[in-house]
């Protein structure tokens, strides 16, 4: 049985309205899962449940990863008081290659690792990056493809709409 989240999502991908839509709106329960993080912890996605989560798949060759994620990092300080965290997983096999972007791009939001791709296989991730807004009862509320110059203005308007709930 295929997830409502990523059936939706690549529906839309497929019919190439990802290339003019920067969100999707959707409201389906979000699928969780446990992944290692980069503290050596185990961090559940159900765990943050009462939380709004800005869930974003990266990787370490993703140059537009490489543009949004210091943003991703401020909009993690201005809003983590407010009942907001990200949860940014990668998908590198190896994760020295993450270490390494790490070690040019810092960010101090939770980094988890998914070398075997379960998770964003999970969730039928399409590209690099892919972000899903959860909302505090875990649902899945909007779907971000790729980045451009921009969407952290669309990200933080939906935050801001999210912690407000």
């Known amino acids: 049985m295929k997830n409502p989240v990523t059936t939706m999502a690549l529906a839309i991908a497929f019919s190439g309205a990802a290339l003019t839509v920067q969100a999707e ?4 329960a979000a699928p969780d899962f446990t992944l290692e993080s980069r503290s050596g912890d185990n961090i559940r996605l159900e765990d943050h449940r009462g939380e709004v989560v800005m869930l974003n798949f990266w990787a370490s ?10 943003l991703m990092d401020d909009i993690y ?4 008081d407010l009942g907001f965290t990200i949860l940014a997983v990668n998908v590198d096999e190896n994760r020295d290659e993450a270490l390494r ?3 040019k791009v810092p960010v101090s939001y939770p980094v988890l690792y998914d070398p075997e791709s ?3 296989e999970l969730y039928e991730v399409p590209a690099m990056p892919t972000t899903v807004m959860i909302d505090r009862d ?4 909007y779907i971000h493809y790729g980045y451009k110059p921009g969407y952290e203005t669309e990200y933080e308007t939906q935050i801001r709409e999210l912690v407000r709930e």
Not at 61 to 70: A, I, L, S, T
Not at 77 to 80: A, E, G, L, V
Not at 138 to 141: C, D
């Open 25 to 28: 709106a959707i409201n389906v």
């Open 61 to 70: 060759w993703c140059g537009p990863c490489r543009q949004e994620m210091p």
């Open 77 to 80: 300080s201005r809003y983590q």
């Open 101 to 103: 972007f790490l070690d």
């Open 118 to 120: 379960s998770v964003s």
């Open 138 to 141: 875990g649902n899945a509320r």
